[in-house]
C-alpha cells in the first residue's frame, strides 16, 4: 500500500496516471526505445492498454515514436527529454518503503535485497513477469568471481569487482542473458548467497 501510494504521489506531481508513469520508467532505462509489445509486457497491461497510454503521454510531449531502423513497418517509442526529466526528478525523491529500508541495520537491508532478488526472480520463472534488469539476468555478470570477500562479484561491463549490496535489480546496461547462461549464473550464485552479509 506504501508503495502504491508513493506510485500515486509520483504520477500525480509528475502530471500523468500510475499507469503511463511505469511506462516512462521504463522507457527511461532503453535509450533506443521499445515496441508497443514490449512496453505492455514490461509493464503487465494488454496491448491496447499501452497504445492508449502511449498516446496520451504522446499529447504530453513526454514520448515520441521513431520508425524501427530493424523493420521500418514497425514503430519504436521513446521518451523525449520532458520525458527523461520528468522519471529523473520522481525519482530522486525518496518513497516511503525506500525510507523504511534506509533505516535499517546495513545486514538486513543485504539480507532483505537477496530475498528479494530470490523472489523477484522466481516470479520471472513462473512467468508472472517478464524479465528484469537485474544482475543475476545479466550477461555481464560473474557471481563470486573473485576471492576478495569484500567485493566477491564482477560485473563485465564496467569490468569492475562489487560489493553484495551493489547488486542491481534495475541496470540500464542489463543485458538479458540466454537461458542456459542465466540458470548457470543463477546456481552459481544461489550456491554462495547465503554466505553471512559482509564475509
Ligand atoms: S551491467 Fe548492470 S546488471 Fe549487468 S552485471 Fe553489470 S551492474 Fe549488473
Known sequence: MAMRSDDWQSSRAAGVNPAQFAILALLEGCPEGMGVKEIAAGVLVSQPSATDSIAALE???????????????????????????????????????ERAADALEPDMQEQMLLALIAMIRQLQENGDIPIQRMCVSCRYFSPFAHADAANPHHCNFVDAAFVQKDLRIDCREHETADPSLRAATWSAFSKDHSHPPGQ
Request: a positive charge.
Open 59 to 97: 499529447r504530453k510531449g513526454l514520448v515520441e515514436k521513431r520508425p524501427d531502423p530493424a523493420d521500418l513497418r514497425a514503430l519504436r517509442i521513446l521518451c523525449t527529454p520532458a520525458g527523461l526529466d520528468l522519471v529523473q526528478v520522481e525519482r530522486g525523491r525518496p518513497g516511503t518503503a
